[in-house]
């Protein structure tokens, strides 16, 4: 519990510094999904359960659950930070299992989360799909990206486009329900 030296010690204390939040939480997506789950008419009890792809592995694994086991969409992907401070996801796949849901912007809600939890400067597409062209072209288009392109070694290079995250991430949340709906 608290003692009077924590008390005095106010936001310098240990306590405080542990119930200061320091990556976004997963709710935060689950909340993204519940809105969009009620735009699109569909069941509002999907979870959001993030862990290493494979134990030992530096992969994690971002999937989006129907209940308490019917994985719905998943992304496996690992965070790197260059030598320039740049923090890059690297996406090794992704997939949207319940076709019903595909092309209705649940992956770039996703990725909206991934880019906002990590700080991620940019995306990179490892061994992409045709999918992943497509997807990345259209996120683009709604301004998430701000440059896609392919690079040597078949990698699509995603630019993160901050200023439009930004306004997709704010708390009154007006442009991401704008998204969803595909208003925008």
Do not use: C
């Amino acid at each position: 519990g608290r003692t009077a030296t924590t008390k005095a010690m106010g936001k310098a204390s240990t306590q405080h510094q542990h119930l200061v939040v320091t990556e976004v939480p997963t709710k935060l997506l689950e909340g993204w999904l519940s809105t969009w789950a009620e735009h699109y008419g569909l069941p509002t009890d999907l979870r959001v359960q993030l862990r290493p792809h494979r134990a030992g592995s530096e992969l994690l694994e971002l999937a989006v659950l129907r209940g308490d086991s019917d994985k719905v969409a998943s992304v496996v992907f690992a965070t790197i930070l260059d030598r320039k401070e740049r923090m890059i996801l690297s996406v090794r796949d992704q997939n949207t299992f319940d076709e019903t849901l595909r092309k209705k912007r649940l992956m770039t809600l996703i990725h909206l989360f991934l880019v906002h939890r990590y700080k991620v400067d940019s995306i990179h597409y490892v061994s992409p799909t045709e999918d992943n062209e497509y997807q990345t072209a259209k996120m683009k288009a709604h301004g998430i990206f701000s440059d896609v392109h392919d690079e040597i070694g078949g990698i699509i290079v995603a630019e993160v486009n901050d200023e439009r995250n930004a306004e997709l991430l704010e708390p009154d949340g007006t442009a991401l329900e704008r998204l969803i709906a595909k208003k925008d």
